[in-house]
């Protein structure tokens, strides 16, 4: 039986899965006893735990099949005194995302954080492995460790870029510092593909759900919208300007988000922004791929202090 600390698992707690786990064939690819860590929590009405495995396997478990591992040592060995991975200490930034980063924020508007972590070295060296990242929808937040962040960063994906840029931080270490001082050597053209690509096939399926349930995600499409403007803006002032500043666009950008546009307007203004999208990408100083050598650099100097602040 689970322990009644299982009421509240958190992301980065190591877990005994009290039941055989299974593959996509319905074999068995660990059985029951197996340790692992969780790597996402549920929210809202979803049920299942997400549990990451040594040998990279993920599954989703509900939460009386789940032991945690610290809870479950000292009742077998009576050891109180064990140490466990507790991630907050692991954390080196974290900031706000989402519609309060763009100012467009209501008083319903949920609170996104975002943020890196960086992982142990034993992490590392375990059989375990290091989680890439950690989710916990219940608290909106999700932290994913350095080299996935820096990974992701030199792809130019719109959320990573945004978390570098956003105007809303809550914690900075001196190792975050040193990134956001470098934040501008992962900008390059790579923009236009990640963000205008992106923005345009979520587009066609936000049209494709018209035709055939007839509603619309009205803020979802604002937030396309948003990301076809910050991404134009990127290319042309060489840095990503997070929060809508204009009264005029951030009025016209909620009227999307409340449905008081109509569809073909919307859509109209989308054909728009793609074309000085592609405007901004061949008049931009950006070039054409991000520094790779600075990220590296950063990710050698994290990873060594890492690990002779640990020796």
Known sequence: MPSPQNAQIHTGTQVVVNAPILGASGLSVHPKGAVGIVTRTPAGTETLYRVRFPDGFEAPFPAEC????????????????SGGFELETHIIYRCITGSRAYGLDTEASDTDLRGIYVAPSRMHWSLYGAPEQFEDNAAQTCYWEVQKFVVMALKANPNILECLYSPLVEKCTPAAQALLNIREKFLSRMIFQTFNGYALSQFKKLEQDRRNTGELRWKHAMHLIR?????????????????IESPQLREKLLAVKHGEIPWPEVDTWRRELHNDFEEACTSSSLPERPDYAAANEFLITTRHNQATHQS
């Not at 789940?66 to 809870?71: E, G, M, N, R, S």
């Not at 076809?228 to 997070?242: D, H, I, M, N």
């Open 66 to 81: 789940l032991d945690v591992l610290k809870a479950f040592k000292e009742r077998l060995y009576g050891d109180s005194t």
């Open 227 to 243: 990301l076809l403007v910050t991404g134009a803006a990127t290319l042309r002032e060489q840095r990503v300007p997070v929060r």
